[in-house]
């Protein structure tokens, strides 16, 4: 069998364990999943678990990385043909809502099920989630320099005020459904919009 297809056939069974991990992850809670719950979804023998992860917490790390990569990849190109930092910011708040809509068990996971992991939490030297935040500040720099966004503000804390604010109402969203996204999405980019936009 060639190299290149053997490659392919990894990267599908890597991919398709992390997809089964999100499933089971939302489903019964990272503390009482087990990766035979998740090989069994895999529809994989347990020992291929670890021929890619070390352990539970190894996958949900993983896991992460997958998501955040998809979405800042898919952020960065759409936001890159657009001129205007409102509408960056605007349609990254956007894709931040979408993705939450489009894959509820991956929204339960970023805003719920990774908080159950010490291993994350403490020790985990989080790349993924500072270039999340790196578009955010970009962005509003960008609206700075151009003269659109308040000089008088810091992106450092707007873009953890901005995640924090997505982060919360998706997680309200997850357990309750009591807003729905679009309204959170409205609401949001009101607020912030606002409170940046030059006057």
Not at 82 to 97: G, N
Not at 155 to 174: C, M, N, Q, Y
Request: contains cysteine; aromatic residues 12%.
């Amino acid at each position: 069998m060639r190299a290149g297809k053997v490659m392919t056939n990894r990267d599908n069974k890597y991919l398709r364990i992390l997809h089964a991990a999100g499933v089971i992850f939302a489903k019964k809670g990272f503390f009482y999943a087990r990766v035979t719950d998740i090989a069994r979804e895999a529809d994989v023998a347990d020992g291929t678990i670890y021929i890619y992860f070390k352990n539970k917490d190894d996958i949900l790390i993983h896991l992460f990385e997958e998501i955040m990569k998809t979405f800042i990849s898919k952020a960065k190109e759409e936001i890159g043909n657009m001129d205007s930092p409102q509408d960056k910011l605007r349609r990254f708040i956007e894709l931040h809502f979408q993705m939450s809509q489009k894959n509820p068990h991956v929204a339960e996971v970023i805003t719920l099920e990774l908080r159950q992991s010490n291993k994350f939490m403490k020790e985990y030297k989080n790349v993924w989630f500072k270039e999340y935040l790196d578009v955010i500040s970009s962005i509003i720099h960008e609206g700075q320099d151009k003269g659109m966004f308040r000089n008088n503000i810091h992106p450092g804390i707007v873009k953890r005020a901005l995640f924090g604010a997505l982060d919360e109402l998706t997680l309200h969203w997850s357990l309750s459904k009591k807003y729905s996204l679009d309204e959170c999405q409205k609401e949001i980019e009101t607020l912030f919009l606002n409170g940046l936009k030059k006057t």
